[in-house]
Structures are given as structure tokens and as C-alpha cells.
């Protein structure tokens, strides 16, 4: 495959060769570190525009089904620059981490970017974390300061957060003391002029938290370096050309949001329509058509939902805008290319990475043919194979681990307090995913499964070894195996199975409180939809929960081999 020319109001990605060969340095002459040797990843994806021929274009636009707002280059410059002063008058410094726990707003953009100009790093929180989930990331951290809402402080431990200084609140009527803050009153002060912190292309950017099969979430680092493949992805695979209106619909608190809903559509200097409000159909087509979007990027399980929806809610609406639709997340069903074909007369382009990877690494191409059930190929200058245990490679239509050959511009950098984790991703020379796959004799590959545990329902990740935790902490478990049950909409559901302490008895209440108790302490997309009373859990010898042999229950399968079972 060959990258080749950028052809614009052609497809950035025109031809291919098989090489696959780009020199990333290439892509160096768009930053400012070219001529001044520091970088800011604010600076590049605002106010480089604004100085420019994009100051008076749309930037963001926010709509939530009712209010719209719309906000100029120059406007986001001008935001974000307050938003930088309001944190520096509280204390903020370059490194620290800043973290944002608050619903979809134009504020969350302007505080997420105003910390960046500062240098900070940023942990952006998803609003349905409980507050387990809040502690466990803002500890892990040692967070400085906590960009949140009236509505969402109570799942913030204030107190047990030692290196918590502040707490800034985005809402009317704020009562301010020495920690709480309000961003309404101090950014209507704030001055609107500003210089960004100038970076190293190798200092801190965002800090993703996310599941593995064992362990707490782990926090995922990312570099200002990150930006070289947020702004050629863009390009390349988002295809983003001056005219396009732009929809990514991931939520910033996990990586697609913020890679692809902030860092890439500014970099090029797209217009970003940002959609506040829950998921419905018929809201989503109107969002569409209201605003003409052109490029369009989501995730399988909504793309399902709105198949599930029918074509008659799609009919309702004038969805001829689009030019190219792109997923990612989860295996991309065939069946779903085909519908969107349908519906739209797209064909939806999957697209794989993972938060490790900080940006797209396999994907689908405009000018590419799609094979439907593909991830696609591997991004220019970048290599990706299928390995064995051993760190062979191996032919085409063998499946192993799918493994990436290291470094790649994106690429974390630490998983934060912990190094040995961050060693335990590279095997001679690859990232090893974790994900299991196969490539085809032309290159294509092709998603298999999860290599350990980690569960993806309806796109996010979730590791059973934290529900596990929270599952015991509730009187009546004594023990818990979390597993993931394929399911057709959502990929898969989380399903527990559960062995109750003595005196306890296994009744539908009892699961609705569990459910529950889950769902308040880590987040409604981590509790079990389904959940199997048993006397007794298969453990090994060492007394680890076997999720292999409860998965192999669930799906009537062979239990394999049972050798390290206890009796
Ligand atoms: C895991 C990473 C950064 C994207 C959002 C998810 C699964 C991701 C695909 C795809 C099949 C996919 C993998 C991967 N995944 N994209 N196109 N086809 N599976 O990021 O939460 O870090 O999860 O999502 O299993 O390892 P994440």
C-alpha cells in the first residue's frame, strides 16, 4: 500500500503501494516545532487557525436536541485563553494532572483545551463514573484540581484525595470556600489573551484510564508527539477536506473522543459538531440532517441501534450529506455495511485501535475497496503483523496476536505509577494488542476476539476483574466470576456469576440490588445484565476465579483442560 500524495478535493489517500512505507518526519513541516523546536497541542489545533485564513470559520458546534452554540477559530481562541487564565490562577502548572468529570458542554472543550495551553496533563472522566471509579483515577493520578458539576460532586471523595487542591464548578450560583471554585464567575473575569506553555513533543497530553483483565484501571499517557498521527489520520482515514462538517459521537471521557473528537478535527481545521443528550434515533438522523454532516464516525453498537430503529426512522430524514461513514470500537458485522448501504448509501469504514495506540493503526480507506468484516490495513509507516507465543510471525489466514511493530508516533508512553505494566505490552519488538486475528493473503486483517478477558460491551471496555471487586464488597457475595455473553446489539453484555455467603438466598431482588450496587459504585456500563446464582465457583489451586470455564458454561462449549482446578 502507498501513501502517497495528499490530493485534496481528492482523497488524501490516493494510491497504495505495498510498502507501506511514510516518513513521519514528513509531517513534522505543520508544527510549530519545525522552526521553534516546542510544540503545544492547543496551540496547533486552535489558535494556528485562528492566526489564519480559518479565524472566522466554525470550530465547534454544540447542539443538544434543544440550545445550539457555535464557536469561530478566533471564539475557541479567545475561550480557551480564559479558560487557560482560570486555571492558572488556581494553581495550575504545567504537569500536573488536571482532570474534567462533567457532561458534554462547550465548557468541557474550553477547559479541556485552556488546560492543555497550560501544559497540564489531562484525565478526562466519562459522566456516568460512580464514585469508586472517580476515586480509583483521581488517586492513582494525584490529581491537582477536578473541573466537575454541582450534579456530579457527590461521587467525588473530596476529602480522600490528598493531593486534591481544587475543585472548579461549572454551574450558576456557585458557593466558593478554599477548595470550590466557580468557572463561570472566574472565566467571565479572565482575561482572553494568553500564551501557551511552549512543550516538548515528548511531555504530557491526556491520561485515558482503562481496563485490562487483572488489576484497577490502568492510566494510559499519551505526548504532544501524539498529534502527528491525529493530524494525518485525519487525512488519511477521516478524509477531512476544508468543506466538511465532522460528527464523531464518543464521549471525550474515552480515547475516540478525544483523539478524534477534539485533537484531529481541529488539527485539520474542520468544523466539529458536538452532541450534548443521550442516544435516540430519530435525534441522531436529525443531527445528521440539520447540519448537513459530511463525515461521520461512530461505533457498531450504535450503528445497530439505528438499524434495530428500521429503516422507516432513517426514511424520515434527509441523510444525503454524508460522503463517508467510519466505526470503531468492536467487530463491524457485515450485515451492518450492508444495512448502511441501505439506509444511507454509505459503506461504513471500520477502523481498529485501542487507547494504547493513542490513533487509528488498521483501517479502511475511501479509496480502498472494503472487504466487509475487515478491519482494513495498517496505517503509511506503520507495520502490523500476526505473531505467534513466541514472537514469530506468522503467513496469511494463521490467526494469533495481533501485534504492532513498535514505535509508532501516537504510542503511549507509560501506563502512569507503573512501569512494569508498561514493559509487559512489548514482546521483541511488537506491541502486543491483546487481540486476537488473522491477515489475508492481501494484507486485509481480520478481527477474531479478545486474547484475555477484557470484556467490550457496547463499545467501552470493561475489566471483569473490577466488577469482580465491587461485586464482592457486597455483603451478600462471596465470591463473583464476570464474564462477557455475546450479545447481537451490544457485542457483548457483562454476565456475573455469583456464589452467595451462608444465609443468603438466590432470589430476583437480590440480583436487582446487585445490579444496583454496582451500578453505583463504578458505572451503569459495568453492571451485570445478567446474573447466575452457584453454589460454587471454578477455581484453580492458587484460588483464581477460572473465566474460561465459566465462559465455556455459558456457551455450552468444552471446558478444556481442568488440570489446574481445585477439587
Ligand atoms: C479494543 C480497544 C480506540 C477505539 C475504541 C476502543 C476492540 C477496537 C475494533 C474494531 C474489532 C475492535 C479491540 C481492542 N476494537 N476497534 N474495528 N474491530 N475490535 O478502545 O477501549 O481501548 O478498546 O477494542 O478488542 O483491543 P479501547
Same mark, same amino acid.
Given at each position: 500500500?502507498? *501513501?502517497?500524495?495528499?490530493?485534496?478535493?481528492?482523497?488524501?489517500?490516493?494510491?497504495?503501494?505495498?510498502?507501506?512505507?511514510?516518513?513521519?518526519?514528513?509531517?513534522?513541516?505543520?508544527?510549530?516545532?519545525?522552526?521553534?523546536?516546542?510544540?503545544?497541542?492547543?496551540?496547533?489545533?486552535?489558535?494556528?487557525?485562528?492566526?489564519?485564513?480559518?479565524?472566522?470559520?466554525?470550530?465547534?458546534?454544540?447542539?443538544?436536541?434543544?440550545?445550539?452554540?457555535?464557536?469561530?477559530?478566533?471564539?475557541?481562541?479567545?475561550?480557551?485563553?480564559?479558560?487557560?487564565? /482560570?486555571?492558572?490562577?488556581?494553581?495550575?502548572?504545567?504537569?500536573?494532572?488536571?482532570?474534567? &468529570?462533567?457532561?458534554?458542554?462547550?465548557?468541557?472543550?474550553?477547559?479541556?483545551?485552556?488546560?492543555?495551553?497550560? @501544559?497540564?496533563?489531562?484525565?478526562?472522566? %466519562?459522566?456516568?463514573?460512580?464514585?469508586?471509579? *472517580?476515586?480509583?483515577?483521581?488517586?492513582?493520578?494525584?490529581?491537582?484540581?477536578?473541573?466537575?458539576?454541582?450534579?456530579?460532586?457527590?461521587?467525588?471523595?473530596?476529602?480522600?484525595?490528598?493531593?486534591?487542591?481544587? !475543585? /472548579?464548578?461549572?454551574?450558576?450560583?456557585?458557593?466558593?470556600?478554599?477548595?470550590?471554585?466557580? +468557572?463561570?464567575?472566574? &472565566?467571565?473575569?479572565? #482575561?482572553?489573551?494568553?500564551?501557551?506553555?511552549?512543550?516538548?513533543?515528548?511531555?504530557?497530553?491526556?491520561? =485515558?484510564?482503562?481496563?485490562?483483565?487483572?488489576?484497577?484501571?490502568?492510566?494510559?499517557?499519551?505526548?504532544?508527539?501524539?498529534?502527528?498521527?491525529?493530524?494525518?489520520?485525519?487525512?488519511?482515514?477521516?478524509?477531512?477536506?476544508?468543506?466538511?462538517?465532522?460528527?464523531?459521537?464518543?464521549?471525550? @471521557?474515552?480515547?475516540?473522543?478525544?483523539?478524534?473528537?477534539?485533537?484531529?478535527? +481541529?488539527?485539520?481545521?474542520?468544523?466539529?459538531?458536538?452532541?450534548?443528550?443521550?442516544?435516540n434515533p430519530d435525534f441522531w438522523?436529525?443531527?445528521?440532517?440539520?447540519?448537513?454532516?459530511?463525515?461521520?464516525?461512530?461505533?457498531?453498537?450504535? &450503528?445497530?441501534?439505528?438499524?434495530?430503529?428500521?429503516?422507516?426512522?432513517?426514511?424520515?430524514?434527509?441523510?444525503? #450529506?454524508?460522503? =463517508?461513514?467510519?466505526?470503531?470500537?468492536?467487530?463491524?458485522?457485515?450485515?451492518?455495511?450492508?444495512?448502511?448501504?441501505?439506509?444511507?448509501?454509505?459503506?461504513?469504514?471500520?477502523?481498529?485501535?485501542?487507547?494504547?495506540?493513542?490513533?487509528?493503526?488498521?483501517?479502511?480507506?475511501?479509496?480502498?475497496?472494503?472487504?466487509?468484516? #475487515?478491519?482494513?490495513?495498517?496505517?503509511?509507516?506503520?507495520?502490523?503483523?500476526?505473531?505467534?507465543?513466541? @514472537?514469530?510471525?506468522?503467513?496469511?489466514?494463521?490467526?494469533?496476536?495481533?501485534?504492532?511493530?513498535?514505535?509508532?508516533?501516537?504510542?503511549?508512553?507509560?501506563?502512569?505509577?507503573?512501569?512494569?505494566?508498561?514493559?509487559?505490552?512489548?514482546?521483541?519488538?511488537?506491541? !502486543?494488542?491483546g487481540d486476537s486475528a488473522y491477515?489475508?493473503?492481501?494484507?486485509?486483517?481480520?478481527?477474531?476476539?479478545?486474547?484475555?478477558? !477484557?470484556?467490550?460491551?457496547?463499545?467501552?471496555? *470493561?475489566?471483569?476483574?473490577?466488577?469482580? #471487586?465491587?461485586? /464482592?464488597?457486597?455483603?451478600?457475595?462471596?465470591?463473583?466470576? /464476570?464474564?462477557?455473553?455475546?450479545?447481537? !446489539?451490544?457485542?457483548?453484555?457483562?454476565?456475573? %456469576?455469583?456464589?452467595?455467603?451462608?444465609?443468603?438466598?438466590?432470589?430476583?431482588?437480590?440480583?436487582q440490588e446487585i445490579q444496583a450496587?454496582?451500578?453505583?459504585?463504578?458505572?451503569?456500563?459495568?453492571?451485570?445484565?445478567?446474573?447466575? %446464582?452457584?453454589?460454587?465457583?471454578?477455581?484453580?489451586?492458587?484460588?483464581?476465579?477460572?473465566?474460561? *470455564?465459566?465462559?465455556?458454561?455459558?456457551?455450552?462449549?468444552?471446558?478444556?483442560?481442568?488440570?489446574?482446578?481445585?477439587?
Amino acid at each position: 500500500m502507498k *501513501v502517497l500524495k495528499a490530493l485534496p478535493g481528492k482523497h488524501w489517500l490516493a494510491e497504495y503501494d505495498e510498502t507501506n512505507t511514510y516518513d513521519w518526519k514528513d509531517a513534522e513541516q505543520y508544527f510549530s516545532w519545525a522552526t521553534t523546536g516546542k510544540v503545544n497541542m492547543a496551540h496547533e489545533a486552535i489558535d494556528r487557525h485562528a492566526e489564519g485564513e480559518r479565524a472566522n470559520k466554525d470550530a465547534l458546534i454544540y447542539f443538544d436536541g434543544t440550545t445550539e452554540q457555535r464557536f469561530t477559530y478566533a471564539d475557541m481562541k479567545r475561550l480557551t485563553n480564559k479558560a487557560a487564565n /482560570v486555571l492558572v490562577d488556581a494553581g495550575v502548572k504545567t504537569g500536573d494532572r488536571i482532570f474534567i &468529570f462533567m457532561p458534554r458542554s462547550p465548557e468541557l472543550y474550553f477547559a479541556l483545551l485552556g488546560a492543555l495551553k497550560v @501544559g497540564a496533563i489531562v484525565g478526562p472522566l %466519562f459522566e456516568a463514573f460512580m464514585e469508586q471509579a *472517580v476515586r480509583d483515577r483521581l488517586l492513582d493520578s494525584e490529581a491537582k484540581l477536578l473541573v466537575t458539576t454541582k450534579a456530579l460532586l457527590p461521587r467525588v471523595p473530596v476529602g480522600e484525595l490528598e493531593s486534591l487542591e481544587k !475543585v /472548579v464548578l461549572v454551574d450558576e450560583d456557585v458557593e466558593e470556600s478554599d477548595t470550590l471554585l466557580d +468557572f463561570r464567575k472566574a &472565566f467571565e473575569q479572565a #482575561s482572553d489573551v494568553f500564551e501557551p506553555v511552549w512543550l516538548d513533543r515528548e511531555d504530557g497530553l491526556i491520561l =485515558h484510564y482503562t481496563s485490562g483483565s487483572t488489576g484497577k484501571p490502568k492510566g494510559v499517557l499519551h505526548v504532544q508527539n501524539a498529534m502527528i498521527q491525529h493530524l494525518m489520520t485525519g487525512r488519511w482515514v477521516l478524509d477531512l477536506q476544508e468543506d466538511d462538517i465532522y460528527w464523531c459521537t464518543a464521549d471525550p @471521557g474515552w480515547v475516540t473522543g478525544t483523539s478524534y473528537g477534539i485533537f484531529a478535527p +481541529f488539527l485539520n481545521g474542520a468544523t466539529n459538531i458536538v452532541v450534548g443528550g443521550r442516544f435516540n434515533p430519530d435525534f441522531w438522523y436529525s443531527v445528521i440532517e440539520k447540519y448537513k454532516v459530511t463525515v461521520w464516525y461512530s461505533a457498531p453498537t450504535a &450503528f445497530r441501534m439505528l438499524m434495530g430503529a428500521g429503516a422507516d426512522v432513517a426514511n424520515h430524514h434527509d441523510l444525503s #450529506s454524508l460522503r =463517508h461513514v467510519l466505526s470503531v470500537g468492536e467487530p463491524l458485522n457485515p450485515e451492518v455495511i450492508r444495512w448502511g448501504k441501505e439506509a444511507f448509501d454509505q459503506r461504513i469504514h471500520d477502523t481498529w485501535w485501542m487507547t494504547e495506540t493513542g490513533a487509528m493503526m488498521i483501517c479502511n480507506y475511501k479509496s480502498m475497496d472494503i472487504k466487509p468484516g #475487515s478491519m482494513g490495513k495498517p496505517i503509511p509507516g506503520t507495520q502490523a503483523a500476526i505473531i505467534d507465543d513466541q @514472537g514469530n510471525e506468522l503467513p496469511p489466514f494463521r490467526m494469533g496476536n495481533l501485534a504492532l511493530k513498535t514505535p509508532w508516533p501516537s504510542m503511549m508512553r507509560q501506563i502512569w505509577n507503573n512501569p512494569q505494566k508498561y514493559e509487559s505490552y512489548f514482546f521483541k519488538g511488537w506491541y !502486543v494488542s491483546g487481540d486476537s486475528a488473522y491477515m489475508d493473503d492481501e494484507g486485509y486483517f481480520w478481527f477474531q476476539g479478545r486474547v484475555d478477558d !477484557v470484556i467490550m460491551t457496547a463499545g467501552e471496555r *470493561v475489566g471483569p476483574f473490577e466488577v469482580e #471487586s465491587r461485586l /464482592v464488597e457486597h455483603p451478600a457475595v462471596a465470591e463473583a466470576g /464476570v464474564i462477557g455473553k455475546p450479545d447481537p !446489539v451490544r457485542g457483548e453484555i457483562i454476565k456475573a %456469576f455469583i456464589a452467595l455467603r451462608d444465609g443468603y438466598e438466590p432470589t430476583d431482588e437480590l440480583k436487582q440490588e446487585i445490579q444496583a450496587f454496582v451500578k453505583e459504585g463504578l458505572a451503569a456500563h459495568a453492571a451485570p445484565r445478567e446474573i447466575d %446464582f452457584r453454589d460454587k465457583l471454578p477455581k484453580t489451586r492458587s484460588g483464581k476465579i477460572m473465566r474460561r *470455564v465459566l465462559k465455556a458454561w455459558e456457551l455450552n462449549l468444552e471446558t478444556g483442560d481442568l488440570s489446574t482446578m481445585e477439587d
